[in-house]
């Protein structure tokens, strides 16, 4: 099956290829917008995994640096393991991809989407979100539905769709919208604290497009030879699940309302263990049925309570966030800390305050840049009561990190405000539902503890859906069981005056715009209310930074300084680094960065560095050392390394016959720069020149006149 897909869209053409390469594969997309071309392939394995109960789901999303017409770095010259970027762009399409899959469905699948074109000015991850649904859409496999993802800029007041990068740069919102003609799957977005009303109004508009292209999508498939493959449901017998309900109901209710996370999982598992272990291990089948009863029950108590009853199993209302818990300064040593608790999830937060040469290198296709604040999330297995080794940083922590920056980086100061390299960690202690926010909130407290000059607090909260029939109820902060049988995963954050961030997840075919917003206003309702705890700890950012932060003085030099002050090698650089253990950063515009923790150390080495970029002003007084005096003038060192000339005509404004009889090297002048031509300085002492130094020429042996009237 070969299929061709055209659609113009917003001024652009998408063409798309189906199964037109990589033919082995199970279904295969080539996808072209302006000159950016992705390949999607996507292949299954054709057994189901035995006793699974999720989704075995991969998705690599990679960029191939020829596709810039770009040369990979490092020794080996080739790509390697995925980078941060490539990293948070797979979990975005498995986020899009997942929910929509049959629940049965237990099939090994893996999704590679390769950027083997890219235009600069288009984000790949959008097409690359497209090819992806499309290639699954048009394969075997049981997706069946029309997947479409679009991006909205806001530039000036105006809504963009799929901006550039040139007006990513310079947009106040940057929302990737993945969803059906039915509804909205999948939504991740920045912003700098951009009012709810303007995010809602710019949904509107993003599921307009989705709709269009999703329609467009739906027409070419209805008329395409592809056949899937059928999928057993997830059935449980009426006889097996009323008998299981009648046993269990009662006591999973007692268990689901036990006081702590711990202790109600330890409940719940202990039923269900009594209930598995009362079927012999050779009715596999029965106890695998049982085991889908006891969940199934389980999912809809917890439905029932929420939406029929109108409580939660921790006693919550609906709209209740739990108890908040905040503290500051509680590490002597690190250069900014915060203890943020709410209910059972904490977060031990810490800054790291370093110098431009800390900032992290990041190349990409678009360009090579560096990136001067950054945050870093660790998720250890005690935080759960689980055991697991320590292994190096998981997608999820990658992930989660990367909202929780996203929600702090719109108040991090510009680098002429606040010169310092910024690192922030955020290690969770325990957890019970959106640490991930957790750590915005932290976050925000140990900036300001730091010093930093956030000109407001950051907050953020996760809300969440349970639907049943016709009915349904958004829930603030949620926790570990509501996400687990609820519809959605909705994490916003921002300030008293707008987002900053947002993503949501759900579990459902689609969601209407209508919730979300309604879900957004809500979420402000509670961000409000978890800012004003926060600002009874801290309200405002500290005046100073910690004392064990390095200290830091910006100079700027002439760019034709920046060679003398590195010297052959970088001798000169090293020398002062050496002499004064300050650290030097020199950037191409002749932007110096000194920083030392010692204050003296860094006196030295700036007073090094001014003399070494010293230039002369023309009209400018110094106050310099004779050096050398010739027939003709004197050499007047008037800053180490830099010697002007002083004419013996401007020694003073009555005639000199020899410099020697008024100066001898080592004297201290004070001059004027009357002239600069060619490098060389032309310098003056005659409006310095004191009676006392004319008396001083005028005491010199002079020869005596005849006395006329004596002949």
């Known amino acids: 099956m070969y299929e061709r897909i055209e659609i113009d869209f917003e001024g652009k053409q998408i063409k798309a290829e189906i199964k037109k390469i990589a033919k082995q594969s199970d279904g295969s997309a080539l996808v072209q917008v302006g000159d950016t071309v992705i390949a999607a392939m996507v ?32 020794f080996f010259k080739r790509e390697g393991r995925p980078t941060e970027h490539e990293i948070l762009k797979s979990r975005l399409i498995d986020r899009s991809l997942r929910p929509l899959f049959p629940k049965a469905y237990y099939h090994d699948t893996q999704v590679i989407c390769y950027v083997y074109s890219a235009d600069p000015n288009c984000d790949p991850d959008i097409v690359a979100l497209n090819a992806a649904a499309l290639s699954l859409y048009f394969s075997p496999i049981p997706f069946d539905v029309p997947l479409a993802a679009v991006r909205i800029g806001l530039v000036d007041g105006n809504f963009l769709i799929n901006p550039g990068y040139e007006d990513l740069n310079n947009s106040d919102l940057n929302l990737v919208m993945v969803g059906t003609h039915e509804g909205i799957v999948t939504v991740e977005a920045r912003g700098r604290e951009v009012p709810e009303e303007t995010v809602v109004a710019a949904l509107k508009l993003g599921f ?21 493959i059928e999928v057993p449901s997830l059935k449980v017998s009426d006889e097996v699940y009323a008998d299981v309900k009648n046993r269990i109901s009662d006591r999973l209710r007692q268990a689901l309302f036990t006081s702590g996370k711990l202790a109600s999982r330890d409940a ?4 269900y263990m009594e209930i598995l272990d009362e079927i012999p291990e050779d009715q596999q089948e029965k106890r695998k049925e049982t085991s889908l009863a006891i969940q199934k029950i389980k999912d809809e108590m917890v439905r029932d309570i929420i939406v029929q009853e109108g409580i939660r199993a921790d006693g919550r209302g609906h709209k209740e966030v739990r108890n908040i818990e905040c503290q500051v300064n509680l590490l002597p040593r690190t250069h900014g800390s915060a203890l943020f608790t709410r209910g059972e999830t904490q977060a031990l937060v810490t800054i790291t305050l ?32 689980e055991v697991s080794p320590l292994r190096g940083t998981s997608r999820r922590e990658i992930g989660h990190g990367a909202l929780a920056e996203r929600a702090l980086l719109p108040l991090i100061p510009v680098e002429e405000k606040f010169p310092y390299t910024i690192r922030v960690v955020s290690d969770i202690l325990e957890s019970n539902g959106s640490s991930s926010m957790a750590t915005v909130c932290g976050g925000s407290l140990a900036l300001m503890d730091a010093g930093v000059p956030i000109h407001t607090a950051v907050a953020g909260i996760a809300m969440g859906l349970i639907t049943k029939d ?29 987002i900053t961030s947002f993503q949501m997840d759900i579990k459902i075919k689609g969601l209407t715009i209508d919730i979300m917003a309604e879900a957004m206003q809500q979420a402000n309702e509670a961000r409000m209310k978890v800012l004003e705890m926060m600002n009874k700890t801290i309200e405002k950012s500290r005046d100073s ?19 003398a002050l590195i010297g052959p090698g970088g001798k000169m650089v090293k020398s002062i680094i050496e002499r004064t253990g300050v650290k030097i950063d020199i950037q191409d515009n002749g932007k110096v960065t000194v920083a030392s923790n010692e204050e003296e150390s860094i006196r030295k080495a700036c007073e090094i560095i001014d003399q070494i970029a010293f230039e002369a ?32 005509s401007e020694f003073a404004n009555h005639r000199i016959r020899d410099l020697r009889d008024e100066i001898k090297e080592g004297d201290i002048l004070t001059v004027k720069v009357i002239g600069l031509e060619d490098n060389k300085i032309r310098l003056s002492h005659k409006e310095f020149h004191t009676p006392k130094d004319q008396n001083r020429s005028n005491d010199r042996p002079r020869q005596r006149q005849p006395d006329k009237e004596r002949y």
């Open 43 to 74: 292949c299954y394995n054709k057994i189901p995994r035995e006793e699974a109960d999720f989704l075995p789901l991969i998705v690599d999303y990679r960029e191939n640096t020829y596709a810039a017409g770009k040369f990979p770095g490092g």
């Open 208 to 228: 307009e497009k989705i709709k269009f292209l999703s329609l467009e999508y739906l027409k070419y498939f209805e008329n395409a030879p592809v056949k899937k």
């Open 617 to 648: 002003e023309r009209g400018k007084t110094y106050t310099g050392k004779v050096t050398r005096i010739e027939n003709y003038g004197a050499f007047v060192e008037i800053s180490p390394g830099t010697v002007g000339l002083m004419h013996i």
């Open 470 to 498: 016709d009915k349904y109820v958004i829930l603030t902060d949620i926790a570990g069981d509501e996400d687990h049988s609820g519809d959605m995963d909705f994490k916003v954050a921002g300030t008293e005056k707008g």
């Open 354 to 385: 370093g110098t431009a040469e800390d900032a992290q290198i990041i190349d990409v296709l678009e360009g090579e840049s560096s990136k001067r604040f950054m945050l870093h999330y660790n998720f250890p297995p005690f935080s759960v009561n």
């Open 268 to 271: 719940q598992h202990a039923l």
């Open 545 to 563: 930074i910690s004392p064990f932060a390095p200290k830091l003085v910006i100079k700027q030099i002439p760019i034709e300084k920046i060679a």
